[in-house]
Structures are given as C-alpha cells and as structure tokens.
C-alpha cells in the first residue's frame, strides 16, 4: 500500500505564495496520473490540480494561472506551487491519484489558511 505524506501548508495573507509538498512511499507518479485536492470545512472534496503520466497538466478553473503542479520522479515528490492567494483557497489539501481505481488511502494533508 502506497502511503502519501502531504506537507507545507500554513497561514499566509491574500496575495501570499505557499509550496505544498507529496511524499509518496514508492515510484508511482511516474506511472499514473496524480492530483492535488482540497476539501473545505462543509464542502467535499474536489481536485484542483492534476499530472498525467507524460506531464500533462490540469487546472481547475478557480486555480489556473495561479497555481502549478509538478513532480520529481527521482525523488518521488509532487509540488503544488500556490501564488496569489486568495480566502477562498482555505482547505485541507491532499495528493492522490485520479483514478478512482488507482487510488491508495487519504494522507492527513496539510492545512493551508488564508487571510484577508
């Protein structure tokens, strides 16, 4: 069973930047395609970002142009590069797959609180 350890989040102000960081416990990002989600209090949870396989990158509409998804295979690591952020990005994020079918158990993720 693949474990996923999401890092980095924290309390910033509007217009800040953070980096959140997926550990994965084996090689799978570069053989499936692998998001990043966030679930707000009384929301479900949505993807925001994905990576396919090739590097093929996805964005939801209310994250493009502000946030990007990379990953280093070598180091088994997925980013989620956050700029410009905004009160309505306040959530638990997570990593996982994208499939439904490939997907392993939720991490804890990691909190990320945005200030006005």
């Known amino acids: 069973q693949v474990q996923l350890v999401e890092s980095g989040g924290g309390l910033v102000q509007a217009g800040g930047s953070l980096r959140l960081s997926c550990a994965a416990s084996?090689?799978?990002?570069?053989?499936?395609?692998m998001g990043w989600y966030r679930q707000a209090p009384g929301k479900q949870r949505d993807v925001v970002a994905g990576i396919t396989s090739g590097g093929t990158t996805h964005y939801a509409d209310s994250v493009k142009g502000r946030f990007t998804i990379s990953r280093d295979n070598a180091k088994n690591t997925m980013y989620l590069q956050m700029n410009s952020l905004k009160p309505e990005d306040t959530a638990v994020y997570y990593c996982?797959?994208?499939?439904?079918?490939?997907?392993?158990?939720w991490g804890q993720g990691t909190q990320v609180t945005v200030s006005s």
């Open positions: 996982n797959a994208i499939s439904p079918h490939t997907r392993w158990s």
């Open positions: 084996g090689s799978i990002f570069s053989i499936n395609a």
